[in-house]
Structures are given as structure tokens and as C-alpha cells.
């Protein structure tokens, strides 16, 4: 817009040049200057602000529509142009399209985003319930008491928390038919997200398995709950290293997904293969192929009986505690020994070794008994027996150093252990 036709421009016009003026002039002050109070203060309006600015944004947006600004240009429709002139990606101009066409009919909705009482989220939250309540209710008001209602709640609670409360607003507001048909739509949604529950997952080649899933909430539920108890405790921002240096190692605060990722590792190797339903013929575990020669080295491979190669070193790891069937070979491939998941120690076992032992027995390491894995001293392969002197609790750390051919293993008189880096 010119400078010498501001004066002349509608007051919209006028107010978002002098906004944008005054934004970029406060970007640049020197923020270090303020106090405490002033920039916690100054953070909760900038928030409530940049509502208010989104609430004019898509005002203008619905405007735009109504009088189909896309045609001049040739756009396919309002969204692509906003889209191309804003470098919005196109699904994201398409969303924001429908939000401005629904607080276009949702004026109270609206007002709470203009006054900044509410995010763009609530109010997506609030317009997507609100639109689909059902035709033909016994009371014209309810959508509009609904509507007040979730408005009420946003203001103490976040998108989230008002997207849970939004599925039973009937019940709330209409109480004599919202329990009934809040429990068929509960009903009809459990059913239509377990017929259409799907995953897809492939190796990628490099070592990995990538894949994707959709699974119905409660399902999800249960496998994040699973998740976090393996995830949660690895919290810790430091901790002894597992060598004989005793200096402390900063250990860094893993993204969420990556805890997750290696929990959901964890919780795989932990199934209960006598759980399992059958497959051909044997429950589902896997088992692993691997000669004498390569379970001998330090840097053998074995093959899964899928044909997937994994090191010498994970078989052996998987053979302490997961419900793994080693297959050991001759030269000649003769079977020399077929281990049992019957080796693992008991409960009962666990038990005394948690007694016994209360941590991991890296010396340094204070991860709880109940969080550990159960090591065998003398491997089945040397002729070792499932006996609680000969077995000792690792973290899933050591568990994985122990069987790290690139570190050697001492055991003290005190029943701790050291490792070392060979050189």
C-alpha cells in the first residue's frame, strides 16, 4: 500500500500497516532491559494478540471467499490463491478456509477469538462439535447453548482437554437425549476405528523397520502406557559411566519419540513367547541361526529364520533374556544345541535377585532391581546353568555393554562389574 494513500485506506487497512509497523518496531527492542513480571506479562498478551490477529485474518479470509478474490488471478479457489500469495501449502490454506467459513456462522465463537479470550485451537475445537451435532433436534437451542458452553470451558482448559469435554457436550447441555446418543456415537466411532485399524511396515534396508499405524484410542492407550513404563525412568540427565574412570558421563535428554522408540524395542523383547497366538506350528518367536565359529567371535553375524542378518553380539544379549531359541551349527550346519526359553530364570528367581542385589551390579549404576534385565555369568553355550549365584542384574545399558564385543567384562570379589574399551 502506498504511504500517501494510508490516510485515504479503510480503518482495517490503516490498523494492520500501523500494527505491523509497531510489531517489527518491538522485535527489534532489546528485550534484556525488561523485568520479570514485565516479559511474563508481555508473553501472555503477545499470545492473546496473535489470536486476536488471526481472528481478523480469517474474517478477511471468509470476505475473501464471499467475493471469490481467487478469479482475477485464475485461482481454482480462494484457498489456492491465499495459499500461493501467502506460500501457505495448500491443505493448510484449505483448513483455515473452513475455519473462517464456520466462525463466519459461529459469531460467538468469533467474538471470543477477537477479544483474544480464546486460541485459534479452541475455536476449531468449539466450530468442528458445534457443526456436527445432528439434524433434527428435539430443541432448536441446543447448538447454540453447545456452542456457550464449550466457550465456558476453553477458558480453563486447553484445545485438548476441550476436544474429550466437546464429544459429551450433549449430555450436558441436553441431558434427556445427549447420554443416549452420545453413547451410540461412542459406539458406532469404537467400531468404525477397529474395522478400520491398519499398519503398515517394511525393512528400509539400512538395519531398520519403518512402518505406520492406526490403531482405535483405547488400543493406543494401552501401548502408550506400556511405552512410558519402559521410557519414563530414563529421565535422568547424568549418570555414572559403566568403566573403571568412575567420571561422570552427561547423558543426553533424548527426544520423546526416540524414548519412545527404544521402549517399544524394549516391550518387543519382552513378550512372553508362550503367549503367543500359534504359527507353524510353534508359538511366534524368533529364532536365530548361528555356527560355533561366529558365536565363538568377537565379530560373528547370525541369521534370523527370516533370512535377516543381525551381530553375534545382539543373539547373545536376546539369549539372556528374551524368549530367543539359539539354533547353534557345525561347520557342516549339523544342529550342535537348541536352546530353551526354559533357561530364563523365574520368578521366584527374579525375586531372590532383586533381594540380593537391589540395583544393577555395574559398579556405579543405581537402576532399580525392578527395571532390570537378568544376566547369566556362564552362558548356555559354556554348559551354564539358570542358578541365582551365577546370575546378576544389568540395566538395559550394561545388559547391551556385556555383549558389546568392543568392551571386556571383569567381575570383582564384591560381585560388581567393570568394563573396559579394548584397545
Known amino acids: 500500500m502506498a504511504e500517501d494513500s494510508r490516510h485515504n485506506a479503510h480503518p482495517v487497512c490503516r490498523a494492520v500497516v500501523k500494527s505491523r509497523k509497531k510489531a517489527r518496531s518491538a522485535a527489534g527492542s532489546r528485550l534484556w532491559t525488561m523485568s520479570d513480571d514485565e516479559v511474563s506479562a508481555t508473553l501472555v498478551e503477545a499470545t492473546r494478540l496473535r489470536a486476536q490477529v488471526e481472528a481478523l485474518e480469517l474474517r478477511l479470509a471468509a470476505e475473501a471467499d464471499r467475493r471469490a478474490v481467487g478469479d482475477r488471478t485464475g485461482a481454482t479457489d480462494t484457498a489456492s490463491w491465499w495459499g500461493h500469495e501467502t506460500r501457505q501449502d495448500r491443505p493448510a490454506a484449505m483448513r483455515r478456509m473452513r475455519l473462517a467459513e464456520s466462525l463466519d456462522r459461529h459469531a460467538s465463537t468469533s467474538a471470543a477469538l477477537a477479544e483474544g479470550a480464546i486460541s485459534i485451537d479452541h475455536a476449531r475445537v468449539i466450530t468442528e462439535c458445534v457443526d456436527r451435532l445432528p439434524d433434527g433436534l428435539p430443541d432448536p437451542t441446543i447448538p447454540e447453548r453447545a456452542e456457550k458452553h464449550l466457550l465456558t470451558e476453553a477458558l480453563g482448559c486447553d484445545p485438548k482437554t476441550l476436544a474429550i469435554l466437546a464429544k459429551h457436550v450433549l449430555t450436558v447441555v441436553a441431558p434427556e437425549i445427549g447420554e443416549e446418543r452420545d453413547a451410540r ?17 517394511a525393512p528400509d534396508g539400512r538395519g531398520s523397520y519403518r512402518g505406520k499405524f492406526s490403531i482405535p484410542t483405547l488400543h493406543g492407550e494401552m501401548l502408550k502406557k506400556m511405552l512410558l513404563a519402559f521410557a519414563a525412568p530414563k529421565h535422568q540427565a ?9 567420571e561422570r558421563e552427561q ?14 524395542c524394549e516391550l518387543l523383547e519382552r513378550l512372553p513367547a508362550d503367549k503367543l497366538p500359534m504359527l507353524g506350528g510353534l508359538n511366534a518367536s524368533i529364532i536365530v541361526l548361528i555356527d560355533y565359529t561366529n558365536l565363538k567371535s568377537d565379530v560373528g553375524r547370525a541369521v534370523l529364520d527370516s533370512g535377516q542378518p543381525i551381530s553375534a553380539s545382539m543373539a547373545r544379549r536376546m539369549a539372556c533374556e528374551a524368549g530367543l531359541l539359539p539354533a547353534v551349527l557345525g561347520a557342516r550346519s549339523e544342529l550342535l544345541d537348541l536352546g530353551r526359553t526354559a533357561r530364563l530364570f523365574s520368578g521366584a528367581q527374579r525375586r531372590g535377585l532383586a533381594i540380593t542385589q537391589k540395583t544393577c551390579t555395574t559398579a556405579g549404576c543405581d537402576w532399580p532391581a525392578h527395571l532390570c534385565h537378568a544376566h547369566h555369568d556362564d552362558t548356555w553355550l559354556s554348559g551354564g546353568r539358570t542358578d541365582l549365584e551365577k546370575g546378576r542384574l544389568l540395566c538395559p545399558r550394561h545388559h547391551a555393554r556385556i555383549h558389546d564385543p568392543r568392551f571386556e567384562t571383569t567381575i570383582h570379589p564384591d560381585n560388581q562389574v567393570t568394563f573396559h574399551m579394548r584397545t
Not at 185 to 201: C, D, F, G
Not at 238 to 246: E, V
Open 251 to 264: 547423558v543426553e535428554r533424548r527426544p520423546s519419540p526416540e524414548r519412545l522408540g527404544d521402549a517399544f
Open 238 to 246: 547424568t549418570k555414572k559411566d559403566a568403566d573403571q574412570t568412575g
Open 185 to 201: 456415537a461412542l459406539e458406532q466411532e469404537e467400531r468404525e476405528a477397529r474395522a478400520k485399524a491398519w499398519l503398515t511396515m
